[in-house]
């Protein structure tokens, strides 16, 4: 697929915005309209989601139109806004060191709008083998085979611990970077894990960043102690509400889920990647001494 500044469609020009790292697919940009274009597999594969995940009633962007490009595949979507919490978060912390409780209270309210949503998707079909290999689990026994007793028995316990757990439609990255307050997006990533796997990456993902700017990606912002309590506490209800046991309870084992997830791929940044492998047998230690990982990532 070549990649062209602009292109025009239905009389309309596009800007490239970028190119998947892992996907044959391009986003292009026009006023207020998003454009995925790239290899008619792929697209039609996404469109068909997108669609799916309108019907559910997830909070995602209005799809607009969808067509060919001589052999290849797009189709539009309206645009969620130009800040997500990522940068909205970042920059009420570099004013006041502190996330601003209204947008933390919009950040609340999309996310508990995506959970229930993810709920009415429950499935009790076994689907552990798919949801390690979409967090990469056979590529951390490649990575780190230093780590591979421990890692081992860390997974024999994930599974031992999420085994019970209905799997449920999910985004495998839900975080605030891919949430907007109007939405979430880049959902080319969506497949099923287990309940509860989305919303403990939300409010935890941030900390797999160090704190610094000497490293390639850093942290810019920081939940507190009580903002993490109130998304918690928001969360469990919900999930209380709908029959299900608070998602706090396997929190753990979640945050060490998406270590994993976390840990590999990053040879292209070898500065955060030495950072986030130190973590990491860190956080397998604590983990199988049934000490909190939680700690580690503050």
Known sequence: MIITPEIKVNNKIFKFIKRRSHRPVSVYRSGGEFMRLGESGQVKKEFAVHKKLLRLKFPVAAILKNGKFGKLSYYTEKSLGEDHFGHI?????????????????????????????????????????????????????????????????????IQANLKNLPFVLSHGDFNPHNIYPKGVTDLETFHYAPLGYDIVTNITQISFFPLGHTYEFYRGYYFSTQQRQQYFALMDNLFIKHGYKPISEYKQHFIMCRAVWSVVRMDRWPKIQHWRYKQFKKLLENYLANKPTEKILL
């Open 89 to 157: 978060f970042r920059d009420d912390y570099n004013k006041s060191k502190t996330i601003n409780r209204k947008n933390f209270a919009l950040f609340l309210k999309i996310s508990e709008k995506f959970a229930e949503a993810q709920l009415t998707t429950a499935t009790n079909k076994p689907r552990l083998s798919e949801f390690f290999f979409q967090i990469h689990k056979p590529e951390v026994f490649k990575e780190l085979p230093q780590y591979k007793k421990l890692l081992a028995k860390s997974f024999h316990k």
